[in-house]
């Protein structure tokens, strides 16, 4: 298995998790590989970062003695400049550098590029700098989001102060910059969280079929939590353990996107692991939770449903070994049971056990 | 006449053995024994209906219009062209193409000159005709050798054993002081000395094959510290045409402590030679030393008239020609510069992106260049499947295609932007085959360039692996291979440039 989707923390964060931590999750979970996102502390905005960032893994690997892939995505700010050695970075270091990575709204850390215009600087100069590899984005757009709206004492708040508009809208914008800049990588939409966005990504509302002129590729990620919980869970004060960017969508949100999973549209599933203290959560309303635990679970699930192997190994490995180019070997060993206690919370332990997910 | 030289291609001055430079420079002076007694015209018959086609691709005065003087004085005739402008080559005609063209026309020799290094070999290999190398890039230039040892000859009454020469002025990017002291190299106790600056200075392989050869090669200081050691001193042009992104000026201020002055040569019996032209910006020899003692370069360039004549004389003076039936040898539409490599048993199974089952797989590509690669190759829209990918944590990326066999235009694109690409061909789902395609590393040589369609061959020269068409010496680099996979490449090569075989 391979997630394309992780934050390892570490660095200024390491009180939220370490490499060594993380990486030892992730191997006991049965993964094969992890790409890990760039809002680290410091970021991976510069090569120096990033080749640091290299020799930490490394080291946390050695020492762990597992040969679990540790690959990154590069950071891109709105500056020519930093674009460019970011894409230099991809193409002298990939496939250690495996992407790039776009937060086209604020989430955690100060990355956001949330203005169209400067959106639109970097696909022209990624496309000038004949990038051709996976730009992910974080699709929520700042100008749709209601901050007022969020009320910490009522933590199911979150899921309207930002809420799908903003999901569906960014994905709109980045499709229509893209194409317009004449982009040629991958576009891949980070947790896509509702099934408007993906139908908009796969061109469902559009008139007159594609002729195949735009000459990069679409792709989407789901995370298990945006097809499990559901934002009735947060109702309470420890509510605030499961806020998360983009957040958990009311019902029967979750439950449609298990559909678009089941039915294919979904590309691959990306678990967002991204721990924080239990008291980063409740003191400082800190967004995003462990993931690693709980994706043998959701596999498991997967395979309940209905899904065929060939069909899980094609979510959790295969299509990211594609659009990524990286030919990853699957080791398909079997998960330690019990990791969620690794963390000081778990929030699939919000999971109602008996309720059907799939039913609508 | 029995000569050595009867229908036979001249194209590098290391083809000449020590004997045939002699018996050629005894012919030279024959040619000025005639010329001096007054008997210009004795030979006027010898080569009488004998054509003479010349092809400058290049510039020239002094190669072309002494072969054709060479050529009117023994009753034959010449035609061709001088510079490409007002020929095919302006409509993408190949060399190939173009000298097949010229024995179709019924010419007994050609003469050519081209800005390609090994362009002249592969002209050799095309023609049923021979063909005299005027001079290939940056490459080799014999004739030229051949009337500078005719005229130190001449000079020096027959002797060339023991010989001290001094090299001045551009050595690295010019053919001639390459094939003059190759030619040298066939001479005993021969010392060359040069100074100049490092930019310009002499080559580490030439200096390497010459102290192989048994030639002493010295650096010195000064134009002085030469002069003071040497009976000639062979000035030779910045080549400024072969140096892209160089200026004039800067070329100038190279060469202000090396030119030719009054200065240099005062109180030294030297003799100074140049093939000429002199540039007249760079005056790197100075006009006043034009009318002192020292001054050879004229009567030298009036040699090259006695040894083209000479030359012509001893390869076609004889009856018959070639015929002409427009066929061509089957060997040069391929080349062997594929490296065999071991196959592996069947490790593909766990492989998530795209299995083929007939197709080929372009392995052990550079860093960075997979992009460019596939570009070049431009696979999806030619109707292909173009996969690409990298094996995680391994810099080298690679390509799976189901062109079951890619062309030597392809290999060559691949092989420019990413060198010794190792070429997987893939039937029913297992590796068939497994080569390194090799391409030469010369990045002025004929092989490199696309259109022309030269197939890459190489020769083993004792231990050095040797392009076929510039000699220049090729080391594999790829990592994978092994030893004795490189020795039995090596053992699979001819040892020399072998004439190509001709049809019937």
């Not at chain 1, 550098?97 to 956001?112: E, P, Q, Y």
Request: charged share 25%.
């Amino acid at each position: 298995m391979i997630d394309p989707h992780v934050h390892l923390r570490d660095w200024g964060q390491a009180g939220k998790e370490t490499l060594r931590h993380g990486l030892s999750v992730a191997w006991r979970a049965g993964l094969d590989a992890v790409f890990e996102m760039p809002n680290t502390d410091p970021p991976l905005l510069s090569r120096d970062a990033i080749l640091r960032r290299v020799e930490d893994a490394d080291a946390a690997r050695a020492a762990l003695g597992i040969p679990i892939v540790h690959g990154m995505y590069a950071g891109v700010t709105p500056v020519p400049r930093q674009i460019e050695e970011a894409v230099r970075a991809w193409k002298d270091l990939f496939p250690r550098v495996v992407g790039l990575k776009m937060f086209a709204g604020h989430s955690t850390g100060r990355m956001g590029i949330v203005d169209p215009r400067e959106q639109a600087l970097v696909y022209r100069t990624l496309a000038a700098l004949e990038f051709t590899g996976v730009l992910a984005v974080h699709c929520e757009k700042e100008s749709l989001l209601r901050p007022s709206d969020w009320d910490a004492s009522r933590p199911a708040s979150h899921a309207r102060a930002r809420p799908p508009a903003a999901e569906v809208a960014s994905v709109d914008d980045q499709k229509k910059l893209a194409a317009k800049a004449r982009f040629r990588g991958t576009l891949h939409v980070c947790h896509v969280s509702t099934p408007w966005a993906v139908d908009l990504l796969r061109g469902k509302h559009e008139e007159t079929p594609r002729d195949g002129e735009e000459a990069f590729r679409v792709t989407c990620g789901l995370t298990p939590h945006h097809a499990l919980l559901d934002a009735a869970l947060m109702e309470d004060k420890e509510g605030l353990l499961l806020k998360v960017n983009p957040p958990l969508r009311p019902r029967p949100v979750p439950a449609l996107m298990m559909r678009k999973l089941l039915d294919g549209d979904i590309d691959w599933i990306e678990t967002d692991h991204a721990p924080h203290t239990r008291a980063d959560k409740l003191e400082k309303h800190a967004s995003g939770f462990p993931g690693f635990a709980f994706l043998p679970r959701f596999v498991t699930l997967l395979s309940e449903q209905g899904l065929s192997r060939a069909r899980i190994e094609e979510l959790t490995h295969g299509a990211v070994c594609r659009a990524f180019g990286i030919e990853i070997k699957a080791s398909h060993r079997p998960a330690e049971a019990g990791l969620e206690k690794e963390y000081e919370f778990d929030a699939f332990a919000f999971l109602p056990r008996e309720t059907s997910h799939t039913s609508s | 006449m029995s000569s050595s030289f009867r229908d036979r291609d001249i194209i590098s001055i290391t083809d000449f053995s020590r004997p045939e430079i002699l018996e050629l420079c005894a012919a030279g002076r024959r040619m000025e024994e005639l010329e001096k007694s007054g008997r210009r015209n004795s030979l006027r018959d010898a080569l009488k209906h004998r054509t003479l086609s010349y092809m400058f691709y290049e510039p020239s005065t002094r190669t072309r219009t002494s072969f054709n003087t060479g050529m009117r004085e023994l009753g034959g005739r010449y035609d061709g062209f001088s510079g490409t402008e007002g020929t095919s080559v302006m409509k993408n005609e190949t060399v190939r193409d173009t000298v097949t063209m010229m024995c179709a026309n019924h010419n007994d020799v050609i003469v050519m000159r081209h800005p390609l290094d090994g362009s002249l070999q592969w002209a050799a290999d095309v023609a049923n005709i021979p063909v005299i190398n005027g001079g290939d890039g940056r490459n080799e230039h014999p004739t030229q050798a051949l009337l500078d040892v005719l005229t130190i000859y001449s000079m020096r009454g027959g002797r060339l054993d023991g010989l001290r020469v001094g090299f001045g002025g551009d050595l690295s990017h010019g053919r001639t002081v390459r094939s003059l002291s190759l030619a040298l190299s066939h001479f005993d106790g021969v010392t060359i000395r040069w100074a100049a600056e490092d930019f310009l200075g002499m080559p580490a392989d030439l200096v390497q094959l010459l102290a192989e050869r048994g030639v002493t090669v010295e650096r010195e200081e000064t134009v002085r510290d030469v002069m003071r050691q040497v009976d000639f001193y062979y000035m030779t042009r910045p080549q400024l045409e072969r140096m892209p992104g160089v200026t004039q000026r800067e070329i100038v201020a190279m060469m202000k402590q090396y030119r030719i002055d009054l200065e240099k040569i005062d109180g030294f019996d030297v003799r100074v030679l140049h093939p000429l032209p002199v540039n007249s910006e760079i005056a790197e020899i100075d006009y006043r030393v034009y009318f002192t003692p020292a001054q050879a370069f004229f009567s030298q360039a009036e040699h090259g008239i006695f040894l083209r004549k000479a030359l012509l004389h001893e390869m076609l003076g004889h009856d018959g020609y070639q015929r002409y039936d427009g066929r061509l040898p089957t060997e040069l539409g391929e080349g062997a510069n594929r490296l065999p490599r071991r196959r592996r048993g069947d490790k593909r199974s766990g492989m998530f992106i795209d299995k083929i089952q007939d197709g080929t797989v372009i392995d052990h590509l550079r860093p960075g260049t997979l992009r460019a690669v596939s570009d070049a190759l431009d696979l999806e829209n030619r109707g292909y499947s173009c996969t690409t990918a990298t094996i995680a944590e391994k810099p080298n990326p690679f390509i799976k295609t189901n062109l079951r066999e890619l062309s030597e235009r392809d290999l060559k694109r691949i092989a420019l932007l990413s060198p010794e690409p190792t070429i997987n061909t893939v039937r029913n789902g297992q590796v068939a085959e497994k080569v390194v395609y090799l391409l030469c590393a010369n990045t002025n040589c004929i092989t490199r360039t696309i259109n022309e369609d030269v197939p890459p061959r190489f020769y083993a020269d004792r231990e050095t692996i040797r392009c076929r068409y510039c000699r220049r010496p090729y080391v594999v680099s790829h990592p994978k291979v092994s030893p004795g996979e490189l020795s039995a490449y090596r053992a699979s090569l001819p040892s020399s440039i072998e004439p190509v075989r001709w049809p019937g």
